[in-house]
């Protein structure tokens, strides 16, 4: 099964698809994760990319494009896969479509998870990423059973550069307008459907897979 998620910063895209993958046994795809450990292992593109993420700016297209397709050609792929934060525009969803049309592959489900905008910056700032294995928290949603310590391996908590309150307002002002555009892109295609991420974690999950049943 090939995955879209899609939804403004904080809308749960990242949580949802760790739990989904599970069920699916299908790769993870975050253009956002694979552009910070690139930042974190301070390679020339990662570098690059940071000055963008840091400012809350988008990465140009030909990166994360590039990015994406290669990903996607990997073995692990060819079963399915869950995309998060790509597509991010309309040139990002064209290249895409160009990609699985040469690749003969379907989008089997487009996911649009509706947050409503003041949830958004209190799930972002609230934030908590482990230094150690990437694993998510907030701190009132999603506590670690022990502050600041991650309840899989123990690792330190802390606070994504990019979910400083400023940073954040200027992600949802860029993303806005650009996640509008690609609603509207793939609303004629007809696989798009929309679900309510205002609700729990729990809550979220049980009405994704239900759809995926459809
Ligand atoms: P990326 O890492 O993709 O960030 P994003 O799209 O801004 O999305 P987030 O990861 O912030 O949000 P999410 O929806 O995954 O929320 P989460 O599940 O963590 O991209 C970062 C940057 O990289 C971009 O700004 C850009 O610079 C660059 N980039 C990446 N891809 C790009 C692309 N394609 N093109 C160009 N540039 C690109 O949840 C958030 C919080 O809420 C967590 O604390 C969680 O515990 C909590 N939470 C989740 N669900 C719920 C719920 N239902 N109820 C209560 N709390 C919840
Ligand atoms: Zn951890």
Known sequence: MNIILLGLPGAGKGTQAKIIIEHHHIPHISTGEILRQAAEAQTKLGLLAKGYMSKGELVPDEITIGIATNRLRDAD???GFLLDGFP???VQAQALNGFMIANSKVID???YVEVREELLLERLTGRRTCAGCGATYHVVYQPPRIRNQCDQCSGKLKQRDDDRE???RERLRINKHLTVQLLDYYKPEGSLRVIDGSKGIKEVTEDLIGLFRI
């Open 88 to 90: 991010r525009n309309v």
């Open 166 to 168: 400023a940073t954040v």
């Open 77 to 79: 792929c060819q079963n």
């Open 109 to 111: 489900h487009v996911i």
